[in-house]
């Protein structure tokens, strides 16, 4: 009951099996969800110190059970890391209100209601909670209304649970990626994209799921015990440059 546990949201791959590696390594225990059942069993399965849990943070039954689950396997929970999140992208006239609510549903609804009803297991270990928000939220794109909304509100609620737990020693931040070079992304990201991407960022570079796993496991540390209400761009400085003409950099 001593080892540190925590629970990593949309865990099957991406970000957030980068992130549950770096916590395995640093010696933690990892709940690993998502709804995804199969990838998860995939990729709980071939680690060690994990509890794979097929649940659906959208669903308020599912969240009860993923922190009653967690608390029965590691017997605390000392930092939440709200990763799970889904993309739909166009143009906004295309944008339903199906498809609004389901962006919202995930990636707005699912960290308000993991962080809620984790809280009380967090107040017991004075733990930490990590939202991956996005650089979508900190600066307004085209193809992004639900998206980019979802994740600016995220970014906000960072800061009221900031502001409404600190008082009990739960800290919580936000980290917002830039562009990762994900499986994904590189399927859908043409050369022009990419090219586009590496101009406009000063490190001229996408980011890597692990660089971002480096920046969420500092937030859920000790080592960032006096960080709390904080936004972390981890962009290669994309944010940092606005909306300024990449060429003008020269």
Partial sequence: MTQKCAIV????????????????????????????ESELSTAAGQRENVLAIH???????????????????AGRIDALINNAGVAEFGPYEDCT?????????????????????????????KGAVVNIASISGLRASTLRVAYGTSKAAVIQLTK????????????????????????LAMAVHSQEIIDAYHD??????????REIAEVICFLASDRASYVTGQVVAADGGFESTGVGLPALRN
């Fill in 200 to 209: 406009a960022i000063p490190l001229n570079r996408y980011g890597s799921e």
């Fill in 97 to 125: 209100f199906d498809m609004w609510r389901r962006v919202m549903a995930t990636n707005l609804d699912g960290v308000f209601l993991c962080t809620q009803e984790a809280a009380d297991e967090l107040k017991a270990t």
């Fill in 160 to 183: 009221q649970h900031a502001a409404e737990l600190g008082e009990f020693g739960i800290r919580c931040n936000a980290v917002c990626p830039g562009p990762v070079r994900t499986k």
């Fill in 55 to 73: 649940r659906d943070v959208s669903n308020p039954q599912d969240v009860g059970a993923m922190v009653r689950e967690t608390k029965g396997w």
């Fill in 9 to 36: 949201t949309g865990a099957a791959r991406g970000i957030g099996l980068a992130t549950t590696d770096l916590f395995l390594e640093q010696g933690w225990q990892v709940a690993m969800v998502d709804r995804d």
